[in-house]
């Protein structure tokens, strides 16, 4: 047995030892669920700030992908400007250098005509000399010496055709050789002319393999090209999945060695003539694609397209247009491999911060199992208190009205002993001088008994 006070009238009653268990057990009930209240909590904001931490690293690496994709596009589009301003630097030169190799050949001939007039007036006054010495000599001499002079004017004569053929022979050869390098360095500036019109054709139409072939079929067979080695998990099909009234024109799809999917995109390939009237626009195919996207469950959504070729935001390779519709992208077809393989490498990084993601989902749901389990203990805790608590207030209510009629009890008793007492003092203060103060009988009566024993003496 226990003695308890209660707390509003200061009065003991005694509580046998179950009663007083279960008062135990209850303050101890409160303390620990209070405890217990105060865990939970604090699991659940460390459950918070952990999925906050989470989310906000892959945000922070999502916008180092960007950046990246951004600075790759630019260092493309400067490749290519500096190859075609490279181009035209290098046919001006050729150009310069042929006008410069024209004028210097003129300046040989010039040079060489002059030359060959001044030899030749040098040996014709020579050979005049030589004739009129040989006339003079012929004059003063004999027939004999006359035949020799007419010899040495005909081995004159030949020397002097000797060298006209010479000359004309070696003008000849030069001519030759300055209309072959004429012909070389021709051939030469058209070979950089070429190359700068593909280049120019290249940034206009941003094409490198769109002869003979559609750009379907472009994308497809350099897809197929590295599929082996690149993306040997990987499915790329066409989309013939029209059910719902529209279709794209492509799925990739790749998955890890777990078959847990990595990345997933609809792809659209739109191209035209250029004789077409009505030019199309790349805008006017975001709506249905994203739409296509959404209903085959496609994470990104990528356009691929030569129209507006004349535009220079869609000119730069990789347009991001994520602000009109969710993970939507404009490639330009030559960006086809290089863009799958960034985003599959930026997914293969994100691929880890799924994974933590799914742990902490798992992690939620056991905190959720843990949760409802304890709500089950509480709830049938709760129902099991609530019996105890009736059948203690039960108690208290007895023991309450147990003690009103003790109390009730107590205060006849008291009475009682108040009557008893007030008695006792009455029959205390009672004498037989009191008792036969006004009756005259009495008081005889007790004289005699007082006398009687007197009497009986003598």
């Given at each position: 047995m226990h003695d308890i006070i209660c707390p509003h009238c200061n009065t003991?009653?005694?509580?046998?030892?179950?009663?007083?268990?279960?008062?135990?057990?209850?303050?101890?009930?409160?303390?620990?669920?209070q405890q217990l209240n105060k865990r939970l909590a604090l699991a659940e904001q460390d459950k918070r700030n952990a999925i906050e931490l989470a989310i906000a690293k892959k945000?922070?690496?999502?916008?180092?992908?960007?950046?990246?994709?951004?600075?790759s596009a630019m260092h493309q589009e400067l490749a290519?400007?500096?190859?075609?301003?490279?181009?035209?630097?290098?046919?001006?030169?050729?150009?310069?250098?042929?006008?410069?190799?024209?004028?210097?050949?003129?300046?040989?001939?010039?040079?060489?005509?002059?030359?060959?007039?001044?030899?030749?007036?040098?040996?014709?006054?020579?050979?005049d000399n030589e004739v009129r010495d040989l006339q003079a000599q012929l004059q003063a001499g004999a027939m004999q010496r006359q035949l020799d002079v007419n010899e040495a004017v005909s081995s004159v004569e030949k020397q002097r055709d000797a060298l006209q053929s010479g000359l004309k022979e070696a003008e000849l050869k030069h001519q030759l050789e300055s209309q072959s390098l004429k012909d070389r360095y021709e051939a030469q500036l058209r070979d950089?002319?070429?190359?700068?019109?593909?280049?120019?054709?290249?940034?206009?139409?941003?094409?490198?393999?769109?002869?003979?072939?559609?750009?379907?079929?472009?994308?497809?067979?350099?897809?197929?090209?590295?599929?082996?080695?690149?993306?040997?998990?990987?499915?790329?099909?066409?989309?013939?999945?029209?059910?719902?009234?529209?279709?794209?024109?492509?799925?990739?799809?790749?998955?890890?060695?777990?078959?847990?999917?990595?990345?997933?995109?609809?792809?659209?390939?739109?191209?035209?003539?250029?004789t077409t009237a009505t030019k199309k626009k790349n805008e006017d195919f975001l709506k249905e694609l994203n739409k296509d996207r959404n209903e085959k469950n496609c994470e990104y959504a990528v356009l691929v397209s030569l129209?507006?070729?004349?535009?220079?935001?869609?000119?730069?390779?990789?347009?991001?247009?994520?602000?009109?519709?969710?993970?939507?992208?404009?490639?330009?077809?030559?960006?086809?491999?290089?863009?799958?393989?960034?985003?599959?490498?930026?997914?293969?990084?994100?691929?880890?911060?799924?994974?933590?993601?799914?742990?902490?989902?798992?992690?939620?749901?056991?905190v959720t199992n843990f949760e409802n389990d304890l709500e089950t203990f509480k709830t049938a805790f709760s129902r099991n208190y609530d019996l105890a608590s009736r059948r203690f207030q039960t108690a208290i209510d007895e023991i309450d009205k147990s003690i009103d009629h003790l109390q009730k009890t107590k205060d006849a008793l008291m009475g009682a002993d108040r009557n008893l007492r007030l008695a006792n003092d009455k029959a205390q203060d009672v004498t037989v001088k009191k008792l036969t103060r006004r009756n005259p009988t009495m008081a005889a009566k007790f004289a005699d008994l007082n006398n009687a024993p007197d009497q009986k003496s003598a």
């Open positions: 003991a009653f005694k509580v046998d030892e179950a009663g007083y268990a279960d008062i135990l057990k209850q303050v101890r009930d409160r303390d620990f669920e945000d922070r690496e999502m916008q180092t992908l960007e950046a990246q994709l951004k600075q290519i400007k500096d190859a075609v301003n490279k181009a035209e630097k290098q046919r001006d030169r050729i150009a310069a250098e042929l006008q410069q190799m024209r004028e210097q050949q003129a300046t040989e001939l010039r040079l060489a005509e002059t030359k060959f007039a001044k030899e030749m007036q040098a040996m014709t006054l020579q050979k950089r002319d070429q190359a700068i019109e593909r280049l120019r054709d290249m940034k206009a139409r941003l094409s490198t393999k769109m002869v003979g072939e559609t750009l379907e079929q472009h994308c497809e067979t350099e897809f197929n090209r590295i599929r082996a080695a690149a993306f040997p998990k990987a499915y790329f099909e066409k989309d013939n999945d029209a059910r719902s009234g529209s279709k794209g024109d492509y799925i990739f799809r790749d998955q890890d060695d777990h078959n847990n999917e990595i990345i997933s995109i609809m792809f659209e390939m739109k191209n035209e003539a250029d129209l507006e070729p004349e535009n220079e935001l869609y000119n730069s390779g990789i347009v991001d247009v994520s602000h009109r519709f969710p993970k939507t992208y404009i490639i330009r077809p030559q960006f086809f491999i290089p863009f799958i393989t960034l985003l599959r490498n930026a997914a293969m990084k994100s691929l880890e911060y799924k994974a933590e993601l799914a742990l902490v989902k798992a992690q939620n749901i056991d």
